[in-house]
């Protein structure tokens, strides 16, 4: 079968830093230790020598992870995405360089895209119809996303299911009762810029909705705590009658507990919110958020580790890895009020 570096881990009994220590020569690693992965390794299809010449003679040693442009106030999400790309790269000997894209941050992505900076590339926040990956396309530098566009079978990624997500969601609200449900999505120029969260998430919203036979209403909101409070505020005025919200909006989680509050909405007992949210967003929710925990820092460590393999191997067909963590029941969901009277 074939295998990459956290499988190997795992046969192996070991961490996936200690595989690509052993796999790059750039730090000792037990005779024990090593001879168990080889063991693994000889056992599957799996060819170390081919990454570990990409690891010791890479021109840079450094991998270029390209984030939205600095004006941009990252999500919690994000900023671990950030984190969890650094330390794994670190734990592989490699250095990271960031780079923003988009507005007026193209000539800082051409230069790494052509200036031979980076030995490969992660690129985050993807489109559906993403310039930036048709522009790698033209090359032969190696990328990963986390995120896929419309095309998906054309690049390596890793993703989390977002239709499928809020679908969940939607469910769980349906199975408690609530016939009036919200959707509160990205901002609207995300949602025009062809942002795949956004995007997918709306699709799972509106496919669950009417399978179920409820009423949905969608609500594009900006990514903090101020428009979450507006959106809210808006939802109440113009849909009096909805009593649940799904959200795939984690910044705005602060605004949307808070305007239910100003409004007397007590949760779950009046109104119940469930998300797509990193766990961090989710348990400083009051009360705690039900929620799927994006994990970010697994989803990091993968696009390492297909990076590594990218580098290695650019002609070897993409790997794709979608994730579809469960919903984390907590206390912000309960029966509709209409179904407990």
């Known amino acids: 079968m074939a295998m ?7 046969l192996s009994g070991v961490s996936r830093s200690t595989v690509s220590y052993a796999l790059s020569g750039k730090r000792p690693v037990s005779d024990e230790t090593r001879q168990r992965i080889e063991k693994v390794i000889r056992d599957s299809d799996y060819r170390p020598n081919a990454a ?5 003679e890479g021109r840079t040693r450094t991998l270029g992870l390209v984030i939205p442009p600095a004006g941009a106030s990252l999500t919690h999400i994000q900023l671990e995405f950030v984190a969890g790309v650094v330390e794994a790269a670190a734990q592989a000997d490699l250095d990271v360089l960031l780079s923003s894209s988009g507005g007026n941050h193209e000539r800082s992505f051409e230069r790494l895209v052509s200036g031979g900076r980076v030995d490969g590339l992660i690129l985050m926040e993807i489109r559906l119809h993403d310039l930036r990956v048709d522009r790698l396309g033209r090359t032969t530098v190696p990328f990963v996303g986390i995120g896929r566009t419309a095309n998906p079978d054309a690049m390596c990624w890793v993703d989390v299911d977002y239709a499928a997500l809020i679908a ?3 469910h769980h609200l349906a199975d408690l009762g609530h016939r009036q449900i919200a ?5 609207a120029e995300l949602i025009a810029a062809g942002y795949g969260p956004g995007l997918r998430g709306r699709q799972g919203f509106v496919d669950s909705v009417a399978e ?3 009423t949905g209403v969608e609500l594009a909101c900006a990514d903090d705590a101020g428009a979450g409070q507006a959106t809210v505020e ?3 005025r113009e849909h009096p009658e909805v009593t649940a919200i ?3 909006n984690e910044a705005a989680l602060p605004g949307i ?5 100003e409004a007397g909405r007590s949760v779950p007992a009046d109104f119940s919110v469930a998300g797509v949210a990193a766990r961090r967003w989710a348990e400083e929710f009051r009360p705690a958020l039900t929620s799927a925990d994006v994990p970010a820092a697994e989803m990091a460590t993968r696009a390492v580790e297909l990076l590594i393999e990218r580098i290695a191997a650019p002609q070897s067909p993409p790997r794709h890895l979608l994730l579809a963590p469960p919903i984390s029941l907590r206390s912000s969901t309960a029966p509709a009020p209409a179904a407990r009277a």
Do not use: D, F, P, Y
Not at 52 to 56: Q, S, V
């Open 4 to 10: 990459n570096i956290g499988e190997i881990a795992r």
């Open 183 to 187: 959707l509160i999505n990205r901002s």
């Open 257 to 261: 507990q808070h305007a239910l509050a």
């Open 234 to 236: 808006r939802l109440l």
């Open 52 to 56: 570990a010449r990409a690891l010791k």
């Open 212 to 214: 179920r036979g409820v």
């Open 246 to 248: 799904a959200t795939l």
């Open 168 to 170: 969940r969601c939607v």
